[in-house]
């Protein structure tokens, strides 16, 4: 069954520097998301992104996130300049498009731990 | 309103018992209601679903049951087992782009 997969599984990054977290979603799948799951709590929406563009984004994506698609197969998160709070499982999930819902398919998650 | 309200936090039973997982929620707009199941170190993996045109649906073991006019939802897990203990998410896509809000889990604990 395809599925959605990321890379690295587990990113540990000094506070201030960068890091850019890497997703490859199903493949004939055409909206990709990401969401933060902070240990013990529930998951949290970040962005959309669809055609190219963000297509939504919640109030946590501010200014230090960015997303993209650099082909037709990765989907990336970059986190600019990171800082403690960032520390968190982030997951990449991607769905169809056909007409109705179209359950979305998460990975396996990038733990993120900054020091 | 967002929010999906999901309880308990916590839940043990013993081996083929019966866990009972509720999620209420007040936006009408919400009109598809996935379940979610995660393992430590994994992410969520989509269980079951159902649409509020029925009150009912089971796939093997597990079934939801939804009451659309108190705005209730619940998954019951039959014949529970060992390794059915996980974290389970319900949750409802909203907005245009369908992004997901989620209850905040419930461990579920299911005992040889």
């Known amino acids: 069954e395809p599925e959605v997969t990321q890379t690295p599984s587990h990113q540990v990054t000094q506070m201030g520097q960068e890091v850019i977290l890497r997703c490859v979603p199903i493949s004939n799948h055409l909206y990709f998301y990401w969401y933060r799951q902070i240990l013990g709590q529930k998951v949290e929406f970040l962005v959309s992104?669809?055609?190219?563009?963000?297509?939504?984004k919640s109030e946590i994506f501010d200014d230090q996130f960015s997303v993209e698609r650099p082909d037709g197969s990765n989907f990336t998160l970059k986190i600019r300049s990171t800082k403690l709070e960032d520390s968190a499982m982030y997951f990449c999930?991607?769905?169809?498009?056909?007409?109705?819902?179209?359950?979305?398919?998460f990975g396996d998650g990038t733990r993120l731990s900054i020091l | 309103q967002q929010q999906v309200k999901q309880s308990p936090q916590s839940l043990i039973v013993q081996k083929g018992g019966i866990p009972i997982i509720n999620c209420a929620y007040e936006?009408?707009?919400?009109?598809?209601f996935p379940w979610y199941q995660q393992f430590p170190g994994k992410g969520p993996a989509l269980l079951i679903a159902i649409r509020p045109d029925v009150s009912e649906k089971k796939e093997g073991r597990f079934t939801i049951s939804f009451n659309k006019s108190a705005k209730q939802f619940s998954l019951h897990i039959m014949d529970s087992q060992p390794g059915d203990s996980a974290t389970y998410f319900c949750?409802?896509?909203?907005?245009?782009?369908?992004?997901?809000?989620f209850g905040t889990g419930t461990l579920l604990a299911v005992q040889p």
């Open positions: 949750a409802a896509p909203y907005g245009a782009t369908n992004k997901l809000i």
């Open positions: 999930a991607s769905r169809s498009v056909y007409l109705g819902n179209q359950p979305q398919h």
């Open positions: 936006n009408t707009a919400f009109d598809y």
């Open positions: 992104f669809y055609n190219n563009e963000i297509s939504e």
